[in-house]
């Protein structure tokens, strides 16, 4: 179920969602959702600044509605979780160590 509903917040995301806010580099990188498929942590990694980022997340947060209503007409779940948006540095912090290692 995590897979599948990375796969297609990637989609709606990209495809459908028009917020002006959510238009930088913009990765859903992992999927986390309760025991009961109630709440889904929703993790994004962001491309530039953390100003960029703080209103990335906000435009995702304001179109958290529209993404599960479209979820609810593409998937066939019992239910379709509430989304909490989450920050995912990973990948940022995996570049900075590496940097470090080729300084090294």
């Known amino acids: 179920v995590n897979k599948l509903l990375r796969a297609e917040l990637s989609n709606l995301i990209l495809n459908e969602v028009k917020d ?3 238009e930088s580099l913009l990765t859903v990188t992992e999927v986390d959702t309760s ?3 109630k709440e889904a942590a929703v993790y994004v ?3 530039g600044s953390v100003e960029e980022q703080q209103s990335v997340l906000k435009g995702l947060n304001s179109a958290r509605g529209f993404m599960k209503f479209s979820l ?3 998937l066939r779940l019992r239910y379709i979780p509430e989304l909490n948006f989450i920050l ?3 990948i940022e912090r995996g570049a900075r160590l590496s940097a470090l290692i080729d300084q090294v």
């Open 88 to 90: 995912d540095d990973s």
């Open 72 to 74: 609810r007409d593409k």
């Open 35 to 37: 025991w009961d498929f």
């Open 20 to 22: 002006p806010r959510i």
């Open 45 to 47: 990694s962001i491309m």
